[in-house]
């Protein structure tokens, strides 16, 4: 009998093992509108990280979303996923055109790499009134702090020089970020 208890003790200990190896690592985020609200807040203190790192994850933000925001053949269909309004056309590359979300804010999160450093993400519209960075992770605000799965700052395959997805693309995907499996327990 003792045995068998041993055993089981050891299977059920090697489970939780196993199982807290499997939980995704967060990080302390934040997401702001615009590079005003994240320095203002840097320079009240109230964050972990300076003006100047505001003004270079905004600058690495933006330039992330010109090459990895989705991209859509027409209007209605970029409005579709991203709300009316919210849309841009862009040209493409070899002529033509195609019509991208409009960038909504950024995500900045602190590198767990245990150095200063920090990570940020373009936020979109989405449909459903929430912000998305291009691979699709959801957040609820694009004006909040709180703990996200680093997957979320994975950067996004890029779009630019691709072409646009059409409806019947959109369609098959099940909607814009609806792969999107990181999640934010900030903004609500």
Do not use: W
């Amino acid at each position: 009998m003792r045995k068998r208890s041993a055993t089981v003790a050891l299977t059920l200990m090697g489970a939780a093992f196993v199982l807290s190896g499997c939980k995704e690592d967060q990080t302390e985020a934040a997401s702001f509108p615009d590079l005003a609200s994240c320095r203002a807040q840097a320079d009240q203190g109230s964050l972990a990280f300076t003006a100047e790192d505001c003004e270079a994850a905004f600058a690495q933000a933006q330039a992330d979303h010109q090459e990895t925001a989705p991209r859509y053949d027409a209007l209605a269909v970029c409005e579709e996923q991203h709300g009316a309004g919210n849309c841009e056309q862009q040209a493409q590359q070899g002529g033509g055109f195609s019509f991208m979300p409009l960038l909504a804010g950024m995500m900045i999160g602190q590198m767990l790499s245990g150095g200063r450093g920090f990570m940020s993400q373009p936020l979109v519209n989405t449909a459903n009134g929430r912000y998305a960075t291009p691979g699709g992770a959801q957040v609820a605000s694009n004006s909040g702090r709180g703990a996200m799965n680093t997957a979320a700052f994975n950067k996004a395959p890029t779009t630019a020089g691709r072409p646009p997805m059409t409806q019947a693309d959109v369609m098959r995907r099940g909607g814009f970020g609806a792969s999107g499996a990181a999640r934010s327990s900030f903004g609500g």
